[in-house]
DNA sequence: TAGATTGTTAATCGATTAACAATC
DNA sequence: TAGATTGTTAATCGATTAACAATC
């Protein structure tokens, strides 16, 4: 198992996650594959296969114990790991992501800010001290750095992406509209905020079309 | 055509989009399904396939002619329409959309910032002055708002999604980790920062694995 | 005209759903 | 034990890719 999951399961996996943190909230101890469908708007069927990807979490005639199940899916997704960040780019974006609590909920220590802009070096975010873009290669040299956040414009970030993946970096959150293909040793997740907005605008073009 | 479109081909078209804007900035001035294959790194076949299902847009023998083709994609995601937007919470991720460049360039113009942290109420960001959240439905009365931006946390998601399309919103862009489910009249685009943080904890597992 | 490349139909592939035997 | 619900195989559905006639 584990092996040849599609990109679509994967990408439901946080949706398992958080509806099992609401159900333990709930003091929910149990749910078969049947309710959770019903909560979530997905098939049954879906979620008993989505899940055996990774193993058979359920118990026939119980259904999956919320508790459990929602430890294993963390330890899939690698909740329970502590992975170290930094935020390459202390706009707003960069300085809204160094706030962000679920961050330090999903595993991840920011350890370090950088920015290009002079004016931006020594202030604070969150406790952490913005530093020189120049002091990037030897603050990695120094500090383990699992994942880099890039909060920058388009025009540097292809640029940026190679430099931190060739010192080392495992992951990349790319915040910029820019898509980014690397090679091997890094995986990319893009963000892409502008894009939903103009999905947002296309679905709206179509609800009005509907209504008239 | 227009209907039936899936929802893979439609988040595709902003990418699309994005590519064609590069092009235009390098003056290219037409191009072939099968160049832009390449550079996209997806099949010809599907490019062709995914622009036919709003209409003819190419030309045998030619391919197609770039600046044509973003106007079209442009009109199809409502680039060229204006949106009136509002943000509710005026946290970090509020501040940091704000602020946001590309929300203007989608047709995006922010009227108004609500929140119900009276301490912030007054203030003022990117030139906007933030109001109370009891403000939002004389404000929205008075005001045509077609998008609510909710960066509030979860637990008060749903309630205040709720009064904003009932108070007549077409649109919701949603940073709260909870999915949000409406009725009817106003579309809703998830954004789940946090998905995206546990996705790549995955990949980055998978990736450890691979190179063990 | 000849060459290129589209629009579109048909074939393939993969993902979702249905069904049911296994089993708690 | 009987009932419930899983894990898993098979059937269906939809999306992607291939192929090619139409045509610029």
Known sequence: MDKNVSAAVIRRLPRYYRYLTDLLKVDIKRISSKELSERMGITASQIRQDLNCFGGFGQQGYGYNVESLYRELGKILG??????????????????????????????????????????????????????????????????????????????????????????????????PQDLKLSGDVVVENVHLSDGLMVLGYKIGELEQQNR
């Open 79 to 176: 909740v329970d790991k502590r992975f170290n960040a930094i935020i390459i780019g202390a706009g707003n974006m960069g300085n809204a992501l160094a706030n962000y609590p679920n961050f330090k909920r999903r595993g991840y220590d920011l350890i370090g800010i950088f920015d290009i802009n002079p004016e931006l070096v020594g202030k604070e975010i969150s406790g952490i001290t913005i530093q020189s873009i120049d002091e990037l290669e030897s603050f990695i040299g120094k500090n383990k750095t699992d994942i880099a956040i890039l909060t920058i414009p388009s025009q540097s970030i292809s640029e940026v992406a190679e430099k931190v993946a060739a010192l080392g970096v495992k992951g990349i959150w790319n915040f910029s």
